[in-house]
């Protein structure tokens, strides 16, 4: 792996190491800022049962941008639009080069379990949150059971 930066090569390791429960990220073999996630939906929330695919990609000047981040499996989500692109801060304007792919990837799977339709990436979703949550969590769950389980 000569000639990647040792921070990402640090980073990948401890993912290897010490994966985060729910969580599995694995560097491409073709090129190593291109990762294959996996993440379970949390258990109790609308996604428990689900598994979910995203990638994520480290650009040129990582850790001094954020990395890119988007579902690839259908998901109904008030910050998650149907592109798969997520509304979260620490991918925005709250990122920090202390931060890390481990972060963010608890931070996406915490936005599972607790959906902020207050800042909504995909309006309607969050509007149907915020009049009949019932309704909407019953959506969120018949998406999961439709398209991120087997």
């Given at each position: 792996?000569?000639?990647?930066?040792?921070?990402?090569?640090?980073?990948?390791?401890?993912?290897?190491?010490?994966?985060?429960?729910?969580?599995?990220?694995?560097?491409?073999?073709?090129?190593?800022?291109?990762?294959?996630?996996?993440?379970?939906?949390?258990?109790?929330?609308?996604?428990?049962?689900?598994?979910?695919?995203?990638?994520?990609?480290?650009?040129?000047?990582?850790?001094?941008?954020?990395?890119?981040?988007?579902?690839?499996?259908?998901?109904?989500?008030?910050?998650?639009?149907?592109?798969?692109?997520?509304?979260?801060?620490?991918?925005?304007?709250?990122?920090?080069?202390?931060?890390?792919?481990?972060?963010?990837?608890?931070?996406?799977?915490?936005?599972?379990?607790a959906p902020n339709p207050d800042d909504p990436l995909e309006n309607h979703v969050?509007?149907?949150?915020?009049?009949?949550?019932?309704?909407?969590?019953?959506?969120?769950?018949?998406?999961?059971?439709?398209?991120?389980?087997?």
């Amino acid at each position: 792996m000569a000639g990647f930066p040792r921070r990402i090569f640090k980073e990948i390791e401890r993912l290897l190491e010490e994966p985060v429960p729910g969580i599995s990220a694995i560097p491409d073999e073709s090129n190593y800022r291109y990762f294959r996630v996996f993440i379970t939906g949390p258990k109790d929330s609308p996604f428990e049962g689900g598994l979910f695919k995203l990638e994520l990609f480290l650009p040129e000047d990582y850790p001094m941008s954020a990395p890119k981040v988007r579902f690839i499996t259908k998901i109904y989500h008030p910050n998650i639009d149907r592109l798969g692109r997520i509304c979260l801060d620490i991918l925005k304007d709250k990122w920090s080069p202390a931060l890390q792919i481990r972060t963010v990837l608890l931070s996406i799977q915490a936005l599972l379990s607790a959906p902020n339709p207050d800042d909504p990436l995909e309006n309607h979703v969050a509007d149907l949150w915020k009049i009949d949550e019932i309704k909407a969590i019953h959506n969120a769950r018949e998406w999961t059971r439709q398209y991120a389980m087997p």
